[in-house]
């Protein structure tokens, strides 16, 4: 069986590249790979769920613009569709005073990128919001919102597959292999083999494998890390109304512990950050021995370890002490007891690690022959998923030469 397209991967910015090629190119044949039995199951299902405002990133970069519009284009598809969401705002506090130099960047930072509906609240005006936090300072950030991404990513590909009946999703199919021809290319999979006369690769954490697989030449390496989360007990919850975000350490890619109201009424906590021993396994025990092996015999990996002990180390201490979880969540809500929280779900990040140990911390693509590879799509990449999905139509216009 052959299609004009492939896409490789059935997370949200695979689900948002296809339904925008499919929507730009009706005619075109394409078909949408996903080794799972569902769609977006890996970071995409597995994520807090919030829709970013834009407020942390640098001014001018892809990740900030890609935020900022797909920000907005997610929430009008998600009124458009019926997708389970609410604009409900968050606070972002700071509790201690060496935080306020941090939270005066951010919100700086914040302004640059004209995120609407950001102002500064004092610890009184946080109270009105948010009645048990406990802070000296604090934003908040209006336009930050909640969605069900699963939802979300299911409705971008049933809108692409309802534009070409000719068109297919093939769940349970992994591409095991790929031959290069001079016109296309075939992919070997589970399934048998198909064929594509372009391919776009959207395979998060298994983007630096099919990558090479492709022959691409690659010095970077996805290395996995896994968040955990808590959730309130049903008598807790009405201690977090909507979103409460820590003042982030600048010096680390995550945003810190924090509280999220979910779509269906939960509160999440967390995550924390800890390498994973698998880059697809969401239990604290899970093993991999060959994505163990490829992390721990690639130098990058070493060198971020080394540059970061001491946050590594007390990550790892939280991951295996509700104690200490608990903790950190009291410097924002003092309140809150052991009896509050229970364990919850995990979730697994990409990393595209340099060899020198730096996060490549921004949205990084690679062409190579008749092939678009999305190497790194970091967070917040399912609030920008629908943004991406148009820069990666428009380079596929360019480099495929689509409307020649």
Sequence with gaps: MSFDIAIVGGGIVGAATFYKLQKRNPSLKLVLFEKENLLSDHQTGHNSGVIHSGLYYKPGSLKARNCIQGRRELVAFAKEHGIPHDVCGKVVVATDEKELPHLEKIYQTGLQNEIE?????????????????????GLHVACTGIIDFRAATAKMVELALAINPHSKLMLKTEVVGIEKKADGTIFQTNQGNFEATYAVYCAGLQADRLAKKDGVKLREKVVGFRGDYYELTHEARHKVKHLIYPTPNPDFPFLGVHFTRMTDGEIECGPNAVFTFKREGYG???????????????KGTWKLFFSNMSFGINEYRRAFSKKLFLKTLQRMIPSLTMDDIKPGRSGVRALLLAEDGDTRDDFRIEYHGNSIHVLNAPSPAATASLAIGDYVADEADNHFKLKA
């Design 117 to 137: 509906g950001l102002r500064k609240i004092t610890p009184e005006e946080v109270k009105e919001i948010e009645p048990h936090v406990e802070c000296i300072a």
């Design 284 to 298: 604290k025990t899970d093993f991999s021995l060959r994505d163990t092996w490829d992390a721990l015999t690639y």
